[in-house]
């Protein structure tokens, strides 16, 4: 690992907050977006928190996001939303979004809430665990720039769109958590296999000709992911597919458009109390995980896990001894500082 | 492929309503059953069709499908229904709560209907491409028997669990439509390589030991299959989150629990014109399938195809055609019938 140092989470939450409001967001905003950034990194998604401040720097420089916008409600059916991001940061309208198809789940025991116009939201699995930790189920996904290439395909056509998935447990502080992306891995995975000199495997990239790309620098170049599967034989019409609706749910659905940089979000908020009682609700998911769990493992050492143990268990660590970042991700947070003018205080 | 005879659709449909009604299925309920394998057959989702049969008059056999049953209301709440199927043939119960879920979503923009207390319900593709024929976007889901071996253990634990997605485009006869298991493969393509002889690659089946399975027959006795993305390098991880997802809201949400033909579905239903004027959603729709179907192919023979067009185009063909049955099927379906006391008219 480069050399890296550990940054307490209040400090992270604070630098930046300092950035954003030199940008011009509101407070309120500003540690919405911030809160959610950090609790990201907090949780090992490394690639979707403060590592992409660099990335919404550009995207405030190029004048496609505006950090003095307010989400509106542009539709509102009762039980469907629609919400205008505006071009904010994508996290502030998502935020928005999510707080309104909670707040209709609780009244109608369901709740839509889409957006349009938004930008890029950070981790879907965070607004999927808000609304675990109000009881309710989630589905939270978006669309994203395109890296996915599809089935018999050589241009990249999707993003790598994911699906978040969350389910109250009685822990509140442990809903089952899924936040996958709909390629075989993130494009993160491909930069980390280049900077070892390591090659791929097949079934994460592909090459211009539409085959397996092997070599993890040309992979890492050309920006061309395979779909979940890897390959036809291996189900790759699924990761596709799931892509796919991903981008008329995010995209088509909502008006954002599907274009490199349009972005929109879709949120789907269950209240499983208006299905039946919730304590039945309750025993029967800690039946269910408990038998997963249960479930012999091949390697006694590695159990079967649920979605979301590995980040509850990252966020403990990282709670008690702080984030780590990399020196170059530190320096690129200086220059954002520099660029901002606001003040660097990771490290004096 | 073994000797074979082509039916006719119609044909089809009389010799199983004539089936159902032997059993003590109402006229109504035997013609949605049968209208739902039928048109599952003649879009080539073969496992689907009538071919379930036999394992359906198994389930009549043993006392776990009741063919009189007519499903009923458990709960409504004006968005959100929960259906209890009493234990009839899952169509029945999935077709009336498809239903209400399209009713809904006219009303309030999104429905969902949820149903406790199912059986097996042919093909999860059915009942999305059902709402897509009244303009709805539809996510259909359902548990089934355990067969997918979760990442890190040995035991089947999840159902194949399949995620049908459909959206309406502009021609009513061809929706977006996706229907895939939450696993590499179907069981059904382990059977087709035992029968061919042939090894399964890495990524379908799973052995004792929880690594990879190669031998047919073997896999296809062990009844073991891995999930999307078959290897946890592959992603498998991703399969299995799938697979929980679907199981949480058919078995745990429902309250149909999660054991062996403990069977529940799920659907939800937008309605595109609670979110954005149809025109508008209808021609963004057009833009984007035709931008997937532009993208440059690796082989110009197979461009890059949308999903639902391989069963589009397979309705057509078999429509003119009628639809192939092996003799084995055939000589099952007379066994029923016998079994049943129905007349049997496939061939004389």
């Known amino acids: ?3 890296a140092i550990t940054v307490p989470a209040d400090l992270l939450h604070r630098q930046l907050t300092t950035v954003f409001t030199a940008w011009g967001m509101a407070e309120e905003h500003a540690d919405t977006a911030a809160t959610i950034m950090v609790e990201t990194d907090l949780s ?7 590592g992409m401040l660099p990335h919404y720097q550009k995207l405030l420089r190029e004048g496609r996001l505006d950090p003095r916008a307010t989400p509106i409600i542009l539709r509102d059916n009762g039980v469907a939303v629609l919400v205008d991001g505006q071009k904010a ?5 998502a935020h928005f979004a999510t707080e309104l198809a909670i707040e209709k789940a609780r009244e109608h025991g369901i709740g839509v809430a889409a957006v349009t116009n938004s930008n890029h939201y950070g981790a ?3 607004y999927a665990r808000m609304a675990a930790e109000e009881g309710m189920i989630c589905i939270s996904l978006t669309n994203s720039s395109h890296l996915l290439v599809p089935v018999n395909g050589t241009e990249p056509a999707l993003g790598t769109n994911p699906i978040a998935f969350s389910a109250p447990t009685r822990d509140p502080e442990r809903p089952v958590l899924l936040d996958m992306a709909t390629t075989t891995v993130a494009y993160g995975k491909v930069s980390i296999a280049r900077r070892a ?6 079934g994460w990239a592909i090459n211009e000709e539409g085959g ?3 070599d993890s620098a040309r992979a890492s170049d050309a920006r061309r992911l395979a779909p979940l599967g890897g390959t036809r034989e291996q189900g790759a019409h699924k990761g596709y597919g799931l892509a796919l609706m991903v981008e008329i749910l995010c995209a088509t659905l909502t008006g954002a458009g599907s274009g490199q940089l349009r972005t929109g979000h879709f949120f789907l908020v269950l209240n499983p109390a208006a299905f039946r009682d919730r304590e039945g609700f309750q025993a029967d998911l800690e039946d269910l995980l408990a038998r997963l769990r249960g479930n012999a493992p091949a390697d006694p050492a590695s159990p079967v896990i649920i979605p979301g143990d590995p980040e509850h268990d990252t966020t403990v660590e990282r709670q008690r001894d702080g984030i780590p970042m990399v020196q170059t991700l530190v320096e690129e947070v200086r220059a954002v500082c520099e660029e901002s003018g606001a003040a660097f205080i990771l490290r004096s």
């Open 212 to 214: 397996p790309e092997l």
């Open 89 to 93: 940061i994508g996290h502030v309208p």
């Open 197 to 202: 000199g390591k090659p791929l495997p097949p």
């Open 124 to 126: 879907a699995g965070w």
């Open 1 to 3: 690992m480069q050399n």
């Open 44 to 50: 090992g998604v490394d690639s979707h928190g403060i």
